[in-house]
């Protein structure tokens, strides 16, 4: 690796670390320097603005998150496509009470952005990569005859993400134990409904 791709790496673990506590939006290049012990100009030089620091730190941090949620279940041997994406869940929540208490996918997701908007791009992106991997997770278990075969697995990552989205909200309103219990016992729920009736 390159001296200065090294130093992007570092730059890039700082300002996750900052964004964690933080959130994407208390990223500055000024801010950033001082704790990274640069120069405002020589950091400037490896991201140009603040919406390619803060995209770059997104893309970062799915790469944090694809390590920490869903790498350890391709590694570990599962009873099931239900038990895996239970794990993966379980991660999941994890991931999303280790900032803040909070999810920063959705703390930085805005409904009215730029179409040239850096930040908002490389968190679709990201998403749209977790939202794509729980599909093909629910037609695995259509094939191997888990799942009822008429599921609509786009319909079923809906719900997923809906029970996590009121989690997220729950939790925020100290409405939600620190287990989740209340998502899991909707997971409980739409597993009744999806598996294959024997």
């Keep these: 690796m390159s001296k200065r791709k090294q130093t992007r790496e570092q ?36 991201f140009n603005a603040r919406s390619n620091l803060q995209a ?73 990569k977790w939202l794509n991997y729980l599909h093909i997770q629910f037609e695995r278990g259509i094939e191997l005859e888990e799942f009822e075969q008429s599921l609509d697995c786009w319909q079923t990552v809906y719900e997923l993400y809906g029970l996590y989205l009121s989690s997220h909200l729950f939790r925020t309103l100290g409405l939600e134990a620190d287990g989740g219990q209340k998502f899991w016992t909707g997971i409980d729920e739409l597993f009744t409904r999806v598996r294959a009736k024997k």
């Design 56 to 128: 770059a730190v997104v893309e970062y941090a799915g790469e944090r998150f694809a390590e920490r949620v869903i790498a350890p279940c391709r590694d570990a041997s599962h009873s099931s496509i239900e038990a895996k994406i239970r794990h993966m869940l379980d991660n999941w929540l994890t991931w999303n009470g280790s900032f803040q208490g909070s999810c920063m996918f959705l703390d930085a997701w805005r409904e009215s952005h730029t179409e040239d908007d850096p930040m908002q791009h490389a968190l679709e992106a990201t998403i749209k």
């Design 11 to 46: 730059i890039l673990s700082i300002a996750f670390e900052m964004a964690s506590r933080e959130g994407l939006e208390s990223l500055t290049i000024g801010e950033l320097a001082k704790r990274v012990g640069m120069s405002k100009s020589g950091l400037f030089a490896h």
